[in-house]
């Protein structure tokens, strides 16, 4: 969009490929998803290091994670595995504690009339605790790399990050 004092616009990272994944695991429509998204409010992520900033959607169904740079240009390294390992997952009714990203965004504006330009790298992934109440239990020192959490009185972790071989 734009008009004579600026231009917005949006990049979708992915979008073929995001596109057939949220078909594959979504059970709501993709106006349904893109709905949520118009409805997000700050979200206080706690434990983590990065200093990103979270969004959550209305209704905490998903998760929106600002992306450093560095996030930005490492994932089209990752990103056929990603997709492969998510899909077969699905396919074959695998349970993975790994989030599943459901898109990748660039949104920004440019002003005509000054020149500035704003833009903002988003990661949007499904809320892995939604509709489930969870407890987290604090990380001891010799698990610090990793989160648990309780539910249904199973502890199980999360890694805070997996290698692309790690299946």
């Not at 930005?72 to 997952?89: E, L, N, Q, R």
């Not at 969870?134 to 890694?159: C, D, G, I």
Request: net charge positive.
């Amino acid at each position: 969009f734009s008009d004579t004092n600026g231009k917005f616009y949006c990049r979708i990272y992915y979008a073929e490929e995001f596109h057939k994944m949220h078909d594959e695991i979504m059970e709501s429509s993709e106006d349904d998803f893109v709905r949520s998204l118009s409805h997000c409010v700050n979200w206080q992520a706690r434990g983590g290091k990065s200093g990103a900033v979270f969004y959550a959607t209305e209704g905490d169904r998903f998760i929106l994670k600002q992306m450093p740079r560095l996030e930005v240009h490492s994932f089209p390294d990752f990103a056929p595995c990603y997709f492969t390992y998510i899909t077969g997952a699905v396919q074959q009714k695998r349970p993975t504690a790994l989030a599943k990203i459901l898109g990748i965004y660039r949104i920004g504006y440019k002003n005509s009339q000054n020149n500035t330009e704003k833009k903002l790298d988003l990661l949007v992934m499904e809320n892995l605790f939604y509709g489930r109440k969870m407890a987290q239990v604090k990380p001891s020192e010799n698990h610090a790399s990793h989160r648990f959490y309780t539910y249904k009185r199973l502890t199980f972790w999360v890694p805070r990050c997996l290698k692309p071989s790690a299946k």
